[in-house]
């Protein structure tokens, strides 16, 4: 039953990323009609193969470590969970301009409403959160830790591009 548990949910989260995809490329289309300049390309294969192997490592290692869950489940669930609305908010809050990639059409003022109000990068607090407890809700801890750390290393490379697009060419 966990089995059919963990692909399910690694199924799960591989189709809300095709849909986020989907989303960012339409996006995508419309920020370079009106003049989006894009910093980043060079790592972006770097986040598409992190978020890969994530899965597939997630994959593998629970359908390895066996059949049980662990007792403890309820609590990366819950955070899982938790995290999902903040991912939803912020893409809402930005609406065309949410992309997978670092697109900036220059002078467009930053946008200010929802999470980004309070802090810059909701998303990646989101994905943050999901690399490491979507892999201990089946005890593949090995994967949430590995993929932890390549993900804040990652994200520290992406959050300083990012940044210094917005402060570039932003208005």
Not at 49 to 71: F, Q, S, T, Y
Not at 122 to 138: G, H, S
Not at 146 to 165: G, K, P, S
Request: proline residues 6%; glycine residues 6%; hydrophobic residues 55%.
């Amino acid at each position: 039953m966990s089995a059919a548990l963990l692909v399910l949910a690694v199924v799960f989260v591989a189709l809300q990323r095709l849909l986020e995809l989907r989303y960012s490329r339409r996006n995508e289309r419309r920020l370079r009609a009106k003049g989006a300049v894009e910093r980043g390309a060079g790592h972006y294969p770097a986040m598409v193969a992190i978020h890969l192997l994530w899965l597939v490592c997630m994959l593998v290692e629970g359908l390895l470590r066996g059949p049980e869950i662990p007792g403890w489940w309820p609590v990366p669930f819950a955070l899982f969970l938790l995290v999902q609305p903040l991912r939803y908010w912020a893409i809402l809050s930005l609406d065309e301009n949410w992309n997978v990639r670092i697109l900036v059409v220059p002078g467009r003022r930053l946008v200010r409403r929802g999470p980004y109000r309070y802090f810059s990068h909701p998303n990646y607090v989101v994905v943050a959160v999901e690399v490491l407890t979507l892999p201990l809700i089946f005890g593949a801890w090995i994967t949430a830790l590995i993929f932890t750390a390549l993900d804040a290393a990652f994200l520290y490379v992406r959050i300083r591009e990012e940044e210094q697009a917005l402060r570039e060419l932003a208005g």
